[in-house]
């Protein structure tokens, strides 16, 4: 069971994220791209990653995608215009997709490659526990387990990313108002 | 399939079809109640001329039944489904018709992992719910975020100038609460899981059970005054009905539906309303324990007697969360009716600028209180802290 | 926690979007018709005629907003797994409190940031 449901999740991934590639209307490619992203999440749940799980719902297909949706509609993309890409694009991303292909195959012909051992049920920390020997486990505990030991400068790190993508906001939120002598005010500002 | 699968799996559907029905029909009554709160408040008598033949002839109980309108709600249902079902030359006809269920799915897949009671087997409570799973909570969280699309694209695919500003304005709106709603909650899990390993994760059935000597709202109140004031704005709820706001934007972004596709934009508000309620009830208000036992040896049986009396305690439990529950629901149309709306940029301000500032203050202060709480009553368990 | 667990998920989820798809096919199926008119093929906007575009271009401020929850929504999904075991960690004497101060107040210090520079006020 879990396998013809590994089947029909894996398929609907990759054929809504296929549709987002090719459709011409910008609102169609974002909807695929939500169901992209559930169906991951639904991947997740049967690889036991029940708090990856959802938190790709609630990340990507809940907030990331509302920002999508927000910059179609402020730029009224919905009609789609064909823009075709010039060489050099069309030349890079087919030699990236050929690489993540053949990457892709020789992961899953190598069998030493991909562990495939599940993962253990535990739901406590083991005696003694160091800041190496903690393993990854189902529960959402677990997760805690890991991050604020092994991985505590990681985090931090991540930190200031996020610190730094705030001032980010700031500086162009405040550059498109400063912008020209008369703000480029939209017609209708107080939506 | 071997048969015992395809068994439990048919058990589950009856089960989840069972809770369906009940919510729902909750969810219609609260739009009576809705109706009925509003005629009180409002000095008026509500609907109370719609009668069944035959029920309705019953001597004494028939004509009383009538003047609550208790067959209101299936006047209406009827109503919606044999209305005119229009779909405007100006829409964009799929995601037109397909909002209303982008709406509706959300509301009813949450109720999954919502425990409403508990039944006890050799001495060991276990909760009344549908999937018993340790992301809970957050189940909730990221199913309900995705609600926001139903009002997004239906109205941006209403192609029209007041339904897409209502759309736009409640995303900004949800998302922003969404937020407040989600730092506010971190307190409660924080006391959730307790000291001793185990498999507490996020499940709400562990937060019910950690609230046995006192419930959280007690001495969390400013943690569940964001949760209820975030909830408020989630449901689009007065004072917060941005997208709705009929006064500047006619309907918002229902304002091109009709027929049942309305309905089920309406149905999916209120089956929002009273799941957020459940929810709050159970964070804040000890879920279905009766009364908060003080952690007082011997007062076990004053918040949970439910695990006394057998399969009727698990009945009785539920009929008194169920209570709790509908205390909400009014509190809901109360408020309904008594604050007049905010004006939109009061409404991002505080959101942005009281309530998450305050959220974060308050898990800065409760990591304080909880660690000083278990250092002070745990003395000679952790030596490692003391030394 | 199995995945068997999950299974009332996937019912739960199947029949939320049969129920709707039933709600809506049996709303269509039961309606009254009527053609289609003028006033009922135009966009409403209180009986004036239509004007201007139906998608007018909106304030930037919505997309400000929407970047800001992203980043929030991120650090509070960083909280999570330090509530679910900050307790266990001080019972056995990991202190995890200081880590979590210091992101946190990284994180406050934008929050500050972005109110000292107006980020978060609604009307300019």
């Known amino acids: 069971m879990p396998d013809f449901l590994f089947y029909l999740f894996s398929a609907l991934t990759v054929l809504s994220a296929f549709l987002v590639t090719v459709s011409r209307n910008a609102v169609n490619g974002a909807m695929y791209m939500i169901v992209s992203f559930v169906g991951m999440a639904a991947l997740f749940v049967l690889l036991e990653a029940y708090f990856l799980a959802a938190l790709q719902v609630l990340v990507y297909a809940g907030a990331v995608m509302v920002l999508f949706l927000f910059i179609i509609m402020l730029l009224d ?36 490659a991909a562990p495939s051992t599940p993962l253990p049920v535990i739901t406590e920390l083991p005696e003694n526990a160091t800041a190496t020997n903690i393993p990854f486990t189902t529960s959402s505990r677990s997760f805690g387990y890991g991050l604020f030991t092994k991985y505590m400068l990681p985090f931090q790190v991540t930190g200031f990313l996020l610190l730094i993508a705030m001032i980010g ?9 400063s912008s020209g002598d008369e703000p480029a005010k939209p017609r209708i500002a107080k939506s | ?58 001597p004494v109980i028939g004509p009383h039944l009538v003047k609550m309108g208790i067959w209101q709600p299936l006047a209406d249902g009827v109503k919606f489904l044999f209305k005119e079902d229009p779909i405007p030359g100006h829409v964009n006809k799929l995601y037109y018709c397909l909002a ?40 909730i969280l990221a199913v309900s975020s995705l609600g926001v699309y139903g009002i997004v694209i239906g109205g941006w695919a209403a192609n029209s100038k007041y339904p897409y500003f209502g759309g736009i304005r409640s995303s900004a709106q949800m998302i922003s609460y969404e937020l407040a709603m989600g730092m506010s909650i971190l307190p409660v899990f924080m006391w959730a899981n307790g000291t001793e390993p185990g498999l507490g994760g996020l499940s709400l059935f562990n937060v019910v059970t950690s609230q046995q000597a006192m419930w959280l709202g007690v001495w969390m109140p400013v943690p569940a005054f964001i949760f209820l004031t975030a909830l408020f704005a989630e449901t689009n709820r007065l004072p917060f009905d941005m997208p709705e706001s009929e006064t500047e ?30 929810v709050f009830t159970i964070l804040f208000l000890g879920g279905w324990n009766f009364l908060p036992d003080f952690g007082i040896d011997g007062l076990e049986w004053l918040s949970d007697p439910w695990s006394r009396m057998g399969w009727f305690g698990s009945v009785l439990s539920v009929l008194y969360f169920i209570a709790k529950t509908m205390f909400f629901v009014f509190f809901f149309m109360w408020v309904r009716w008594t604050l007049p709306r905010f004006r939109y940029d009061q409404v991002m301000n505080l959101g942005w600028k009281y309530l998450v500032p305050a959220a974060l203050a308050c898990i800065f202060i409760y990591a304080l209180i909880i660690g000083l709480i278990d250092i002070a009553f745990a003395v000679e368990e952790t030596p490692a802290i003391v030394q | 926690m199995e995945l068997v667990d999950y299974l009332p998920v996937m019912i739960q989820l199947l029949l939320a979007a049969v129920i709707a798809a039933a709600i809506l096919i049996a709303s269509h199926i039961f309606g009254q018709r009527a053609r289609g008119n003028y006033a009922s093929d135009s ?28 980043l929030f929504d991120i650090e509070m999904v960083f909280m999570i797994p330090w509530v679910l075991i900050y307790r266990e960690l001080l019972s056995v004497g990991i202190l995890s409190v200081w880590p979590i101060f210091f992101f946190l107040g990284v994180l406050t210090l934008g929050l500050v940031y972005e109110m000292k520079k107006k980020g978060l006020e609604w009307e300019r």
């Open chain 2, 1 to 58: 399939m071997p048969p015992e699968l395809i068994a439990d799996i048919l058990w589950k559907v009856l089960f989840a079809v069972i809770f369906v029905v009940v919510i729902m029909t909750f969810a219609a009554y609260s739009v009576l109640a809705e109706r009925k709160v509003a005629s009180w408040i409002q000095g008026r008598v509500g609907p109370n001329r719609t009668a069944l033949p035959g029920l309705s002839a019953i």
């Open chain 3, 43 to 70: 966009a409403y906007e209180c009986g004036m005629l239509e004007e201007s575009k139906p998608h007018p271009k909106f304030s930037v401020k919505f997309y400000v907003v929407a970047m800001l929850f992203i």
């Open chain 2, 100 to 139: 209303p269920a982008i709406a509706l799915i959300p509301a009813l897949t949450t109720m999954v992992v919502l425990p409403v009671g508990q039944y006890t087997v050799d001495g060991i409570a276990h909760p009344i719910v549908l999937a018993n799973i340790d992301i809970g909570i957050l189940f």
């Open chain 2, 249 to 278: 934007l006619v309907g918002g972004f229902h304002t091109e539906y009709g027929s049942f596709k309305f309905g089920l934009f309406f149905v999916g508000e209120y089956a929002h309303m009273v799941i957020g309620s459940a």
């Open chain 1, 169 to 177: 906001v700031i500086v162009l939120s405040k550059r498109i108002d």
């Open chain 1, 77 to 112: 993309a919905g009609k789609g215009r064909t823009v075709r890409p010039d060489r050099l694009t069309t030349a890079a991303a087919c030699i990236g997709g050929l690489l993540l292909i053949s990457g892709l195959i020789y992961i899953t012909f190598d069998s030493g």
